[in-house]
């Protein structure tokens, strides 16, 4: 069993930064693609960043292409999401996932494992 747990979250002005970091144990996080997505209160999960190990791909959704980095610490087995120039919109719940696939996907349901979340709010 795979279990994920996010951390980093919080409040942060428009314009900000944050590291979300999603800390893997159960498997190394290098056999799965992982992904992080997010949902705002009354809107559907949504893809954010992905990275597939195995061909070290990255994924990124245009609504944060730039702005956003996913990286990982083999050695700490640590999946980590870099966002800058943060926006109002940016705020929802960010979720880490795991999914088996060799290929990184954008849809939820073709994950594994899911982390519990972890509130980024940015004001205006």
């Known amino acids: 069993q795979v279990q994920l747990v996010e951390s980093g979250g919080g409040l942060v002005q428009a314009g900000g930064s944050l590291r979300l970091s999603c800390a893997v144990s159960?498997?190394?996080?290098?056999?799965?693609?992982m992904g992080w997505f997010r949902q705002a209160p009354g809107k559907e999960r949504e893809f954010v960043a992905g990275?597939?190990?195995?061909?070290?791909?990255?994924l990124y959704a245009e609504s944060v292409k730039g702005r956003c980095t996913i990286s990982g610490d083999i050695a700490k087995n640590t999946v980590y999401l870099r966002m800058n120039s943060l926006k109002p919109e940016d705020t929802a719940v960010y979720y880490c996932?795991?999914?088996?696939?060799?290929?990184?996907?954008?849809?939820?349901?073709?994950?594994?494992?899911w982390g519990q979340g972890t509130q980024v709010t940015v004001s205006s």
């Open positions: 159960g498997r190394t996080f290098s056999s799965y693609a």
């Open positions: 996932a795991a999914s088996s696939r060799v290929e990184v996907s954008t849809t939820p349901p073709t994950y594994n494992y």
């Open positions: 990275i597939n190990w195995r061909g070290g791909r990255t």
